[in-house]
């Protein structure tokens, strides 16, 4: 791809003198009208990628001005640590100052093993100064064992998931590395659960019963049970082990697409309405893909006292796992 701050390259300006002779200039001006809009699309996402760094590093500064241990984890956006989003750039500095950890999916088996090499050498760049948590999604349970071995091997955590857990809705029965230590920080933390669905469960008291039942060191769930928000005694009663260890509670949240099951959703929205509701996400028929640098959105989930973020800084989480970080490029991008 040209250098982005160059659409018409000199590359591609030799291919229009080349042809403009030709027979071939009806097929080179597509060919040109391809790359201009490929270039331009480009541009776009790098643009938008720079407001996401922007936007998480705004959104860590509001949580750890309340809560200066406050964890900022975001998810499958490991590019967003480079400077415009290009690992072949220097690290943008003042963005992995703003998080406390990186949260990724698929990088060893995607149902099969299917090492993903690109986003892997990012990780390994990174595994030197941010936690790594690693969601593997698994065909066969025989799997378990190697992926759990790959990311130990990396330095990594890994959260296995069945193909019967492919929502995030069960309670694996024993974590990898299972102890009774204090995990205080992030960097303690040898296994995770990742648990953002309770359809599983008969009530909210089932739920919170589950997990506390259970040895993890740390516990990844939404701020909501159904659409009743978890209180801070409740998530407190969440921060000891079965065992009497420590462990920390993280809080889901989407900060790049919005979701219509949400409580900040108003019956009359839907695809671009507002405008910033972008554009619809496959695969996911209660989501829409934001412009998220919007300061309407960016108002309904940090900066004041009736926020998304705050909502879970008064229920007591000790972090925020941010998803659909990448949505940068889902916007102009359908893979």
Known sequence: MPAHNSILSISVRRLLEKNLSSMKIHHSFFALLFLITACQKEKKSIEAAVKMQ?????????????????????QNGEALCYQNANPESDFRTDYLAAIDGIGVEEIFYNGDLSIDTYRLNMLQELVGSKKILVSEYLNDNNFIADAQQRATDEGFICF???????????????????????????????????????????????????????????????????????????????KTKANGGQRLVIAYMSVGSA?????????????????????????YKDEIWVEYWNSEWKNI??????????????????GVYLDNVEAYYFLYYNR
Do not use: C
């Open 54 to 74: 922007d936007f998480v590093i705004e959104l860590s500064t509001y949580a750890k001005s309340i809560d200066s241990d406050f964890l900022i984890i975001p």
């Open 301 to 318: 989930i940090f900066g004041n006292e009736e926020s998304y973020l705050k909502k879970i800084l008064n229920a007591s989480f000790d």
């Open 259 to 283: 979701e219509n099951y949400r409580y900040y959703w108003q019956e009359n929205w839907r695809l671009h309405k507002p405008d910033w509701l972008k554009k619809k996400y496959d695969g």
């Open 160 to 238: 296995p998931r069945s193909k019967d857990n492919y929502n995030y809705e069960l309670i694996p029965a024993n974590p990898f590395q299972e102890n009774a230590d204090n995990i205080t920080t992030l960097s303690l933390a040898k296994n995770y659960l990742y648990l953002i669905s309770n359809s599983q469960f008969t009530s909210k008291q089932n739920m919170l019963n589950a997990i506390s039942a259970t040895n993890y060191d740390l516990i990844l769930i939404d701020l909501f049970y159904e659409e009743d928000p978890f209180t801070a005694t409740e998530i407190n009663q969440l």
